[in-house]
């Protein structure tokens, strides 16, 4: 059984979920333009991440395991977050306008976000414990953000470079990613 | 029918060349990414893909005037991942091995972007057939995209092409291509994430000069009401103030 302090960080910075696993690029590419929507992206996917690791845990054990009816489990999660989404978005809505300001437009999103589901079917895949999997959830978040917050700072650097005109927008933004991808591969074997 | 014939295969086709969802559209880069560290795999993941496509467009399309507007998203993320379980069960039976090389990431089918995006935007619009037609355009196109970008990144990474295709589509004896010279010094980065990004980047860069247009600074934008990306898009704050 690995210990929680290498699954937080191996989830953060081996196993990355964007640079290594290339869950959620849509967010990554998108929302990376600036620093603060970025971070707050990152917020955002984090809560919803470990909610929806909270809520989905005991559903797998509890209720399909027993059944017999594991194989529900795409169709039961990705049920869960789209409704788990809908209800941060109405409760920070209702309880913290100014917190629902900074993230709302995020949360919907997150939805289609593959992280969240991707997080969810990989601790019952990798046989986590309930407190194992939120962490683990705590560090696949915390590494989504570190990820966008350090690709912010690399396309504000890109914005004005000079790129030649096929290779502006989209295609620059990949090489720089796959530059901070190179950087990241550098703490492969950290635990192991 | 025979006077239907044109409109139908410019749905096929539109999906495969001119707005191909991964090179033009730029939707499902992570699956794009993530499996195409052989040729092979991208033709079975563009192949799952579009079996999940074509089955969810007919249902979604089929059920249209059925599933109320308002609860249209759980409805159709419902009958997505249906399909995507059903793929799964498929695949575990008949193509074991594809099946574990492809992993989460087809259980991750169910929120690829092009397949809710072609959900939202085409099945719920229009007809049964067309919207099948559109399903296998869309899904050969995804297909294509993934295999050159399988292609490109196992001939450099590994120095051979078609690994694993024996296994595809059931032949034991099957010899990969091998390709002189790299075979012996491959460059292994371009089969670890970073060499994913850098591919993806040159070929969408690559379908920029041969198209010879501007390059997609902006997706286009279809209006806020159906957009996913509504959220965080300027435009729309833009409109508001």
């Known amino acids: ?192 | 029918m025979a006077e239907n014939k044109t409109p139908l295969i410019k749905e096929i086709s539109k999906g495969i060349i001119k707005e191909n969802p991964t090179l033009v559209m730029l939707l499902g880069m992570c699956p794009t990414l993530a499996v195409t560290t052989q040729a092979s795999n991208g033709i079975g993941m563009g192949l799952a893909t579009t079996f999940v496509l074509l089955g969810s467009n007919i249902v979604i399309s089929a059920l249209r005037k059925i599933i109320p507007d308002k609860v249209r998203i759980p409805a159709f993320i419902v009958i997505i991942a249906s399909f995507v379980t059903l793929v799964g069960f498929l695949l575990e039976g008949f193509v074991p091995p594809l099946y574990e090389s492809l992993g989460i990431y087809l259980t991750l089918i169910t929120v690829n972007c092009i397949i809710f995006g072609r959900a939202e935007m085409f099945a719920s619009k229009n007809n049964v057939i067309a919207s099948a037609c559109d399903a296998i355009g869309m899904g050969l196109g995804f297909t294509l995209a993934l295999f050159i970008m399988g292609s490109v990144r196992e001939i450099i990474g590994s120095g051979q092409w078609l690994a694993g295709l024996g296994q595809l589509v059931g032949i034991d004896d099957w010899q990969p291509i091998s390709i002189p010279f790299i075979r012996d010094n491959p460059m292994l980065l371009f089969i670890m994430p970073a060499g994913g990004f850098f591919t993806l980047g040159m070929i969408i860069a690559m379908v920029n000069k041969l198209a010879n247009r501007k390059p997609p600074q902006e997706i286009e934008c279809g209006g806020c009401d159906n957009c996913p990306m509504s959220g965080k898009c300027d435009k729309k704050e833009e409109k508001a103030s």
């Open chain 1, 1 to 192: 059984m690995k210990t929680l302090g290498v699954i937080l960080l191996s989830a953060m910075l081996t196993d990355n979920f964007v640079l290594s696993k290339f869950m959620g690029i849509c967010p990554f590419l998108g929302v990376s333009k600036k620093l603060d929507s970025a971070s707050g992206m990152g917020i955002a996917v984090t809560f919803v991440m470990i909610c929806a690791t909270i809520v989905t845990y005991p559903i797998h054990h509890g209720i399909l395991v027993p059944n017999g009816l594991e194989y529900f489990d795409t169709v039961v999660f990705i049920l869960v977050i789209a409704l788990f989404v809908q209800l941060v978005e109405i409760a920070l809505k209702k309880m913290l306008p100014p917190l629902y300001k900074s993230l709302g437009v995020y949360l919907p999103l997150i939805t289609t976000n593959c992280a969240v589901l991707g997080v969810t079917v990989l601790n019952i895949d990798n046989g986590y414990g309930f407190i194992q999997s939120i962490v683990n959830a705590l560090g696949g978040g915390l590494g989504f953000m570190l990820a966008l917050v350090i690709f912010s700072g690399v396309r504000k650097k890109l914005e004005y470079a000079d790129i030649p005109e096929t290779f502006n927008g989209v295609p620059a933004t990949l090489a720089a990613a796959s530059i901070v991808s190179v950087s990241f591969m550098g703490f492969s074997g950290l635990f192991s």
